[in-house]
C-alpha cells in the first residue's frame, strides 16, 4: 500500500542529544513537509521540500535541520539548539495533484528528559 | 501578522446538537482553504477544501464549510453531530502557493 511512514512512533532522548526522527513516503510525491504540532498551537511548519536536494525553512526552523537526498525520505534533525523539542512532528507529502492530494504520516511523540 | 485563527478552542456537545466552528485567515489575495480532522491516535484527513466556485463546499461524513470572502472565514458545520465526531479539527490556508499554514485547532467531544 502507498503511503507515508514515520519511526519510530514514540522516541526518548537525553537533553543535548540531537535526534533525527525519519520520514519514508513511497507515493512518488515531489514535495515533503515537516510540522511540529503541540496542544493549543496547532501544526507549525518547520520545513519543506519541493524537489530532491532542495529544501526551505517554514515558520520555526531555528534548532532544526533536514536534508533530501532521495525523493521517497525527508529526514528531520532536532538538535540540542532547539530549546523545546518535547512535541508530536507530523511528516507530509504533496502528490502531483496539488493540493488535493497531502497526505500526513502518522507522527513521531519526541520526549526529551 | 498574517495567520489563520480558530476562535473555538474546545467545543462540547451533545449527540444530534449542530456544529459550527470558527476560522478567520488574514492573508489578502486568493486563498485556497481546508479542514483537517484528527480522530484520536489516527492520521490527519482531509475533510473538505475550498479551490474556488461555489463558496458552500460539501466534504466528507456530513461537513460542510462555507467560504465568505468579505469575512475572511471559512467556518465549519454540520446540522447533526455524532460521538463518532469527537476529535480535533484543523483549518488551513495555503500561503504563498506552496505552505499550507494551519490553525491552532479545535477539540470537539461530543456527548451520547
Not at chain 1, 495533484?97 to 504520516?105: A, C, I, K, R, T
Request: with cysteine; proline share 4%; aromatic share 14%.
Amino acid at each position: 500500500d502507498g503511503g507515508i511512514t514515520q519511526s519510530p512512533k514514540y522516541l526518548f532522548r537525553k537533553e543535548g542529544q540531537n535526534v533525527t526522527l525519519s520520514c519514508e513516503q513511497n507515493l512518488n510525491h515531489d514535495a515533503m513537509y515537516w510540522y511540529r504540532q503541540d496542544p493549543g498551537q496547532g501544526l507549525r511548519l518547520i520545513y519543506y521540500s519541493q524537489i530532491v536536494n532542495d529544501f526551505q525553512k517554514g515558520d520555526i526552523a531555528e534548532g532544526y535541520s533536514v536534508s533530501r537526498e532521495k525523493k521517497e525520505s525527508f529526514p528531520l534533525t532536532v538538535t540540542s539548539a532547539q530549546k523545546n523539542p518535547t512535541a508530536f512532528y507530523l511528516c507530509a507529502s504533496l502528490g502531483a495533484g496539488g493540493w488535493d492530494e497531502q497526505f500526513f504520516g502518522p507522527g513521531t511523540r519526541l520526549t526529551v528528559l | 501578522a498574517q495567520s489563520v485563527s480558530q476562535h473555538n478552542h474546545h467545543v462540547i456537545l451533545s449527540e444530534a446538537a449542530s456544529l459550527e466552528l470558527g476560522c478567520n485567515y488574514s492573508y489578502g489575495g486568493t486563498v485556497n482553504l481546508f479542514w483537517y480532522v484528527q480522530y484520536p491516535g489516527q492520521h490527519l484527513q482531509l475533510l473538505l477544501k475550498y479551490f474556488s466556485g461555489d463558496p458552500l463546499v460539501k466534504g466528507i461524513k456530513g461537513f460542510e464549510a462555507e467560504f465568505i470572502k468579505s469575512k475572511f472565514s471559512f467556518n465549519l458545520r454540520k446540522p447533526s453531530v455524532q460521538w463518532s465526531d469527537t476529535a480535533e479539527y484543523f483549518c488551513a490556508v495555503i500561503k504563498d502557493t506552496d505552505k499550507l499554514i494551519f490553525g491552532t485547532g479545535t477539540r470537539l467531544q461530543v456527548f451520547p
